[in-house]
């Protein structure tokens, strides 16, 4: 039998109704042309026929005197338990279907049964459909979900389809051991913790001067955030919206200014709740903090669960224009990076550990009212497939992550890249944000003020280069050059400014500002520059 982590076993013991600890996914498909029949019925049949259940998927819980937690073979799985359907009432558009995502995503997992449920969803409009895959956090992370759940999609259109289920995967298994066995085994893992010792005491130092106003650490002391209309523990209804991002456009922005994708879509997270809180006249005197998951699996593991690490990073102040935003949260990470590199990895965990420990007891006692919160937001950016992926045929166009909300924080901005776009899935709390379609919206505004500036700002460095190759007469080819660049610069800002990004729920949104200049007028302009990866 496989034993759970400490830290798996951490989603279990701090899971109550109004805070589940499972993580989910939205697929969206497009049902093939010229189909003969009715195909979403087709399609469930064929997951139905495949009933024989493979490991992970027919693993419950099986809890021992001494609290800890292994997996066990379930020999009687009700399949139809774990796979349903349904069918969205008319016309089905985005809002109906999020609807009831948002009540499929507030209901715990039985645990009596395996921790994974899976709902094939028909009445989408423009001959769509959707699959809501949910499974409990103690049984897998971000990484592995993705690993699992993608596992039934081909890239090629015409492959036979097999069920997630149904598909042999390699565990470690183990052996029941006795109480002394398993007291030994929790020591010889404690005594690991207790390595870790003199590096995570000299980060609790520093965090400890760095509250005291002593020190500046390289990542923020716990419990220092301000507060927020969703700095609170959440309740159980939730809220879920969705947004999408161009990836080659945000890589282009990486590129352009020195920064990694990562550091420029939590500059667009910053900016979006930033003024989603101004638009409700709530300004902020201190930088938003962002909790941000940090991956420990080692590659090619497939087989373990949770590896991950949370890490707090502090965005930018308010006022910051969104070059400069992305300057300092690109700085924040740089240095969040440095100081992780000097812990182990169990250093890391026992951190995580502990500052998510005194989150719940916060949550508990209801001091969330009264201290300051740990953390703002969780924001994670979660790698997928290049290519488009198939289901029996049918296309998933988009891929969307439904996740947890941590405890003391009301709101979860995931990303999910898939096939040119970066995914974007936000979960509230109901009461707390019951109007999340406006931050998704301010998400794609925020992506579109973000592009224009840099591009306007990349475009202002070249035309001042060929200002001063000017004064040369032996530099025609490089003036060919330059000008080919900034002309395409140009072209590229135009088009930005002529794409119009849509949300779930919202119109199509414009951009805010205009990049689409005369190259001797950008030259004119006192903006800020970066260099040009053209």
Known sequence: ???????????????????????????????????????????FDCLMSQDEVKQPFNLKLKKQLTGQFYWKKDDY????????????PQPGN?????HFVEHQHETLLDRNRPLWEMVLIDGLEDNKFAIYLKAHHAFTDGAKANQLLMSYLSNQTDAPMTAFWNIEREQKEKELDSMLTSITK???KLSGQVKSIPSLAKLTTKLLFQAANVYKADMPTPFMAPKTPFSISPKRARR????????????????????????????????????YLANKNFNLKKPLVAQMPMSLRDAGDTVTNNQVAISLVELAYRGESPLERLMTIKDSCIKLKNETRLLTKEALTSYTMASQGLAVVSELFNLDTVLPPMGN?????????REPLYMMGAKMDQCFPISVLPPGMSLNITLYSYNGLINVGLVSCRSALPDLSNLAEYVSNAFIELENEVLASATTSVTEQIARLVLSNDNSGIKQESLAIIEQLLADAQKAEDVQVTTAN?????????????????????????????
């Open 506 to 534: 919202t119109a199509p949104v414009q951009p805010t500002t205009n990049s689409s200049v005369s190259a001797s007028k950008v030259a004119e302009k006192k903006t800020k520059t970066v260099p040009a990866s053209a």
């Open 186 to 188: 929790t020591s010889k």
């Open 1 to 43: 039998m496989q034993a759970l982590t400490l830290v798996d076993m951490g989603f279990l013991y701090t899971e109550t109704v109004a805070s589940p600890k499972h993580v989910a996914g939205l697929q969206i498909f497009t049902i093939p042309d010229n189909y003969e029949g009715n195909f979403t019925r087709d399609l």
């Open 77 to 88: 799985i009700d399949l139809s338990y774990h796979v349903r359907f349904a069918m969205l």
């Open 377 to 385: 937001v969780l924001i994670s950016n979660v790698p997928g497939p």
């Open 240 to 275: 879920a919206a969705i947004s999408a991002l161009p990836l080659t456009r945000v890589k282009r922005i990486g590129k352009m200014t020195g920064a990694t994708i990562n550091d420029v879509v939590v500059t667009i997270c910053d900016m979006a709740i930033h003024n």
């Open 94 to 98: 985005e809002s109906q279907l999020l």
